[in-house]
């Protein structure tokens, strides 16, 4: 349990440097509550990603966000 609360308090700061900022598969999108990280603060995550910080893209978003058919 310790272990686990330094290790979110550690992330929450980003006092960790070897911590990377996962890829956001092509159909998802940063978080915008909690700007990608996860965190609503140091003892909950987020409730709108849950924790992941990432959500799904809308249908116009991911269709705007494809390349152009030549």
Excluded: A, W
């Excluded at 910080?53 to 030549?70: A, H, M």
């Amino acid at each position: 349990m310790i272990k686990l609360l330094i290790k979110k308090l550690i992330n929450f700061l980003k006092l960790d440097d070897n911590v990377e900022t996962p890829k956001i598969p092509e159909n998802y999108k940063e978080c915008p509550h909690c700007e990608g990280t996860g965190h609503e603060d140091l003892f909950y995550d987020c409730e709108k990603c849950n924790g992941t910080g990432i959500v799904r893209k809308t249908y116009q978003e991911y269709v705007d966000s494809l390349p152009p058919i030549k």
